[in-house]
């Protein structure tokens, strides 16, 4: 017994130890200025070791640290490779086998740069990174926790960035249509759609729909809304865990509550909930919050009467009433009383304007339960500090402003107490946006980065704090985010300057004298990474020939949805794999938080509830079942062999080499393709090509 209370005693006191370690700040990392915290300073470019290994900047910064540890750059890698990465890269498709072999063919200097530029041209470019993006905001087309009801019209949101990218839209204006798009870019399309950013994680329906604000439920649901966005907002543009200091002060980065609770207090005013606008016409906008309500105080008055007359008269469509000779006088006069009340009423309805609607961060003006604070003319919700993080326990109230660590502007907002709530939103978007703002550029090349590398400079994209990781190339990071920044925040000029990097073109093959290293941190090679679901799905109906490009609207769904009326249950198994509606890309899926596709989640799909900044790389049995298994892959499969048997009709072994060259753009070798020509006999074609497509090389880029 004493022993066990000394291992106990001994226990607790290595935990106090490492935990005064990290809280007192007296080692010597933690006396030393955080790298996230500081300034950016654009570092002078490393004078190159061999000239022929340098593109342009960004390969001296990688030469200089691997010279350091005595590591060589791997040669380029071949043409054939390096299209197929260039084009799963930046557009999210399979390079079409004429398009390869005009490239292989291509011996002009340029001819790589034409390519990059060509596909940063296609709109196939914003379906891609829009997918990448919306990962990170956690967008999902239905509210998740219990009822998951669907939100029919979260869509635009996702158009609005696949809009913003392919249009170059400045990466400061792109920020900043997403906090406060409606104040500072008022009566444009992107400045209201952009606002779904604040409404694109999780909703709880019915904490606020079932449940009014003076409750205390009703409190802590509204206190976690607004945690979300909070949450997502600085998480997804400055990269730091301020949710963290929710209860209490960040136990790892010097983030106090009340910075917590005065970036509560820019967003107090908002609910989610559907925002109407007109597009070009921002005073109607305005005046439409009040039109919309004597717009639902004439439709209630409608339904009532068309309770009242079917009530009264018996009948079901007392606008619309059969002759009826034989009734009563005085129930022919109730009747028409209604009929012409529901035409007077129908007319006024029809005169209303029709606006444009998206689900966003907006001044809700509800009824019932779901009031909103447009019921107080949009007046910000007051916010206090919260001990412990209960809302029971409210402490001093405090102001609208940002992190006190950076210290380029005062941490709190200079706003007038009766300025309009927007006031705020806009004053968090010029703080994210603020040239001086470290975290702000640092964060989005990171994030770009990482998706042509497969990890980031920082590998915790995230979590900039001291909880995070170190940057392992700080010179490259800090050099990227001030040219980004300083010249205009183009996002694809970003994207020009890594691809056309000799980094970038490595070979990704392992060369066996530095196999034994457990990473590729300083790149001494391209590394080979699997593709995401979308991009599997979408190369599937590519080489199929069944791929639909129509870009836009409303999401294609692949379920079927029964119990609408409660709580929706979203039933793939039920949907048809054959519906060539679902045969468009991925980014337009409907995408349901509480039941995830089963198909794509074997392949590690993004988890909407949760902001994702990396996705998972996992091999396992499901996801070979999943690819030879699937309905969708059996119907594609057969969809293959037929577009095979269109384009290379009486031929099998041409069938065959055309399958090869659609699905991995290279021709097979003799030996593979007697063994193709020797199973599709046996087997036949639809069965090789669903084997073609269960292969490492279909779902890997080199």
């Not at 400045?191 to 409404?199: R, T, Y």
């Not at 439920?217 to 509204?222: L, P, T, Y």
């Not at 609208?400 to 004053?427: H, V």
């Not at 392992?472 to 056309?500: C, N, Q, Y």
């Amino acid at each position: 017994m004493r022993n066990t209370r000394l291992r106990v005693t001994l226990c607790l006191w290595v935990v106090g130890v490492l935990v005064a370690y990290y809280l007192s700040g007296s080692s010597a990392e933690a006396q030393t200025p955080h790298w996230a915290w500081q300034p950016i300073k654009r570092p002078s470019v490393p004078s190159p070791i061999l000239k022929s290994q340098i593109s342009n900047p960004i390969d001296a910064f990688i030469a200089a640290k691997l010279k350091q540890t005595g590591l060589t750059p791997s040669p380029p890698a071949a043409r054939r490779p390096l299209i197929r990465r260039l084009y799963f890269d930046l557009i999210g498709l399979p390079p079409t086998p004429e398009r390869v072999q005009q490239f292989i063919a291509d011996r002009s200097p340029n001819a790589y740069e034409k390519l990059v530029d060509e596909l940063l041209a296609s709109p196939r470019y914003g379906e891609r990174w829009a997918r990448h993006w919306l990962d990170v905001v956690h967008y999902g087309d239905t509210h998740g926790y219990d009822k998951d009801k669907p939100r029919p019209n979260a869509w635009p949101y996702r158009d609005y960035v696949i809009r913003a990218f392919n249009e170059d839209k400045p990466y400061k204006r792109f920020v900043e249509e997403q906090i406060a798009g409606d104040v500072l870019y008022p009566g444009t399309r992107d400045g209201n759609e952009a606002l779904g950013f604040i409404a694109a994680g999780p909703w709880d329906f019915i904490g606020h729909a079932e449940l009014p604000e003076t409750k205390i439920d009703g409190k802590i649901a509204r206190h976690l809304d607004r945690d979300d966005m909070v949450a997502n907002t600085i998480g997804t543009f400055a990269s730091v865990t301020v949710h963290c200091a929710q209860c209490h002060h960040h136990k790892f980065d010097p983030i106090s509550q009340e910075d917590y609770y005065s970036l509560q207090a820019v967003f107090a005013a908002l609910d989610r909930a559907d925002k109407k606008y007109f597009v070009n016409d921002p005073a109607m906008t305005a005046r439409f919050n009040q039109l919309d309500g004597r717009q639902r105080d004439l439709a209630e008055r409608k339904r009532v009467i068309e309770r009242d007359a079917a009530k009264a008269t018996g009948l079901d469509k007392p606008d619309k009433p059969p002759i009826d000779a034989a009734m009563k006088p005085e129930t022919r006069a109730e009747r028409d009383g209604y009929v012409t009340e529901l035409a007077q009423l129908n007319q006024q309805l029809a005169a209303f304007p029709k606006p444009e609607t998206v689900y966003a961060g907006t001044v809700h003006y509800g009824t019932g339960t779901f009031v909103g604070t447009g019921a107080n003319h949009g007046k910000p919700r007051p916010i206090h500090v919260l001990a412990r993080g209960q809302v029971t326990t409210p402490k001093q109230e405090v102001s609208a402003g940002a992190l006190s660590i950076l210290t380029f502007q005062p941490a709190r907002f200079a706003i007038a107490n009766d300025a309009p709530e927007g006031e705020r939103r806009a004053a968090l978007a010029r703080w994210l946006t603020h040239p001086d703002n470290p975290l702000t550029w640092r964060s989005i090349v990171n994030r770009v980065w990482q998706y042509h590398f497969g990890a980031g400079l920082v590998t915790t994209p995230n979590d900039f704090g001291r909880n995070g990781a170190k940057p392992s190339h700080p010179e490259l990071l800090d050099w990227l985010a001030a040219e980004f920044r300083d010249t205009g925040g183009s996002l694809k000029r970003l994207h020009k300057l890594i691809v056309m990097s000799a980094t970038y073109r490595q070979s990704s093959n392992i060369k066996p004298a530095i196999s034994t290293l457990q990473s590729n941190e300083l790149l001494w090679r391209q590394n080979r990474r699997k593709l995401e679901a979308e991009a599997v799905r979408d190369a599937v109906l590519s080489v199929s020939g069944k791929l639909d490009l129509k870009m836009g609207g409303a999401g294609w769904q692949d379920f079927v949805v029964e119990r609408p009326e409660h709580s929706p249950h979203y039933e793939y198994g039920l949907a048809d794999p054959n519906d060539s509606r679902t045969w468009r890309r991925s980014i337009y899926r409907f995408i349901v938080r509480s039941q995830t596709q089963p198909w794509m989640t074997a392949l590690d799909c993004a988890d909407p509830s949760m902001r994702v900044d990396k996705r998972n790389e996992s091999l396992s049995p499901l996801q070979a079942l999943a690819l030879l298994n699937n309905g969708f892959m059996l119907t594609q499969s057969e969809h293959f062999a037929a577009r095979l048997l269109r384009e290379r009709p009486n031929d099998l072994a041409a069938q065959i080499i055309r399958a090869h060259w659609l699905a991995f753009s290279r021709a097979p070798s003799k030996g593979e393709l007697e063994k193709y020509v020797a199973f599709a006999r046996t087997h036949g074609l639809p069965n090789l090509c669903r084997v073609l497509l269960n292969l490492s090389e279909f779902t890997f880029a080199d």
